[in-house]
């Protein structure tokens, strides 16, 4: 069984089409999202994105791979250190299907430069960066334009992925990525009830470093985007 797209037909999906029928097939096709962040969670969510069908991306990131990223980023490899992370992440994201449409933006976002980059209508927003100022101002434009948006909090010194869940934000705890961006919130008048990808586990303590292993932001990263299709098939 192949799947139209154009004129040409693409097989790699024929197995997700046993699952989830045409309908919501061109659904996923006709989703636009945006992903901030294509490091360790951000960069397991655009994977999963791509392999489910979706084809219409746009990627944010303004750094660049350094080899301290290779235990736990699925865009980077031994060869492409120092590399903008958003051109990789576009180059695999092809090389896995060359019909996806990504659109970069190959830049760390800030108030200041938020909107010339962050001024596109999408279905929905990941979030997957670890700026308290950006999830913010990511929260409130979703608002605004009546986006959908689900955020990925702390998966940094944890090492326990099935204590990640999917909740909202005034229901996090042992979390304290989630403990800033609530009293940021809270200061903006902001409701807490956004959607997140959270783990329960309590940190490890690593001094003044953040330890990172791959478990958790990669399962975080899938769980971000099982959010997203299965919202969108219902």
Do not use: W
Not at 19 to 34: P, R
Not at 105 to 111: A, F, G, H, S, V
Not at 154 to 173: A, M, Y
Not at 187 to 209: C, H, Q, R, Y
Request: with cysteine.
């Amino acid at each position: 069984m192949g799947f139209y797209l154009g004129l040409e037909v693409i097989f790699m999906f024929d197995r997700i089409l046993t699952i989830i029928n045409e309908d919501n097939f061109k659904k996923i096709q006709n989703t636009s999202v945006l992903v901030v962040g294509v490091g360790g969670v951000g960069g397991y969510a655009l994977e999963a994105l791509v392999r489910s069908g979706f084809i219409n991306i746009t990627i944010v990131d303004g750094d660049t791979i350094d080899i301290s990223n290779l235990n736990r980023q699925i865009i980077t490899n031994a060869s492409n250190i120092g590399i903008s992370k958003v051109l990789e992440a576009e180059k695999r994201a092809k090389s896995i299907n060359s019909n996806v449409k990504i659109h970069t933006i190959d830049k760390c976002l800030t108030n200041e430069n938020f909107n010339n980059y962050i001024n596109q209508e999408y279905d929905y927003i990941i979030d997957a960066c670890d700026d308290i100022d950006i999830k913010v101002a990511l929260i409130k434009y979703a608002k605004e334009k009546n986006i959908k948006i689900i955020c990925a909090l702390g998966t940094g010194r944890k090492i326990k992925p099935e204590l990640l869940k999917v909740s909202t934000l005034n229901k996090t705890f042992n979390d304290p990525l989630a403990k800033k961006l609530r009293y940021a919130l809270r200061k903006e008048g902001m409701d807490l009830n956004i959607p997140v990808v959270f783990s329960e586990e309590k940190a490890i303590n690593t001094d003044n470093v953040v330890g990172s292993m791959i478990f958790v932001p990669a399962v975080a990263g899938l769980y971000v985007a099982n959010y997203i299709l299965r919202d969108i098939i219902k």
